[in-house]
């Protein structure tokens, strides 16, 4: 993101370039002094499974407005990001988790985000559309409606998860999702470099 104004000062007077001892150009004001650094947002959420069953989330909202998936959005200040994935879990589904496990953790480099999922079992039987959703649903594995999903990294996360059901254990797993430049279509990516464990 081009900086136009200091943050801190105002001033306009906006370089950018190398900060001495630094590797990486950075917005830096040339009034103040301040450096705009910049850093990767991390997305956080949860895989809800209920009698076998999982809970997705149909979007009210841009972007990718009418498809669906897992109750997700972006950490917070403050906030640990178990935190941040329980937050979301309420605001788009109003569900409550029980004892939720580090389920994936995804590196998008191209768009600057890490997303990082955990699993648990639905809190009692309750949920229900949050502001940010049109439809929330549990569903079979089998009604996964893969070809409306919203996310590349909600696409691979349930794509792990339908494997490690027919594996009979759910477990850990990291990875990148690549898109290449040229592909505009955000679903249109791929996972490499899977670890899991
Ligand atoms: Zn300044």
Known sequence: MKIHFCTQCGSDDIQYRSPEGDSYRRY???????IHYQNPNIVAGC?????????????????????????????ENHET?????RRETWEEARARVNTPQ????????????????????????SFAPGPESEEVLLLDI???????????????????YVKDREAGRIRLHSGDIIRPWVLR???????KNLVTR
């Open 47 to 75: 895989l809800v499974e209920h009698e076998g069953k999982v809970l997705l989330c149909k979007r009210s909202i841009e972007p990718r407005k009418g498809l669906w998936t897992l109750p997700a959005g972006f950490m």
């Open 102 to 125: 580090l389920y994936s953790i995804f590196n998008l480099p191209h768009i600057n985000q890490v997303y990082v999922m955990y699993y648990g079992k639905l809190s009692g039987d």
């Open 28 to 34: 830096i004001c040339e009034a103040c002094g301040f």
């Open 142 to 160: 089998e009604d996964i409606p893969w070809d409306k999903l919203a996310f590349a990294t909600i696409r691979e996360t349930l794509k792990l």
């Open 81 to 85: 990001i178990l935190e941040a994935a």
């Open 185 to 191: 279509d955000p679903t249109n990516a791929q996972l």
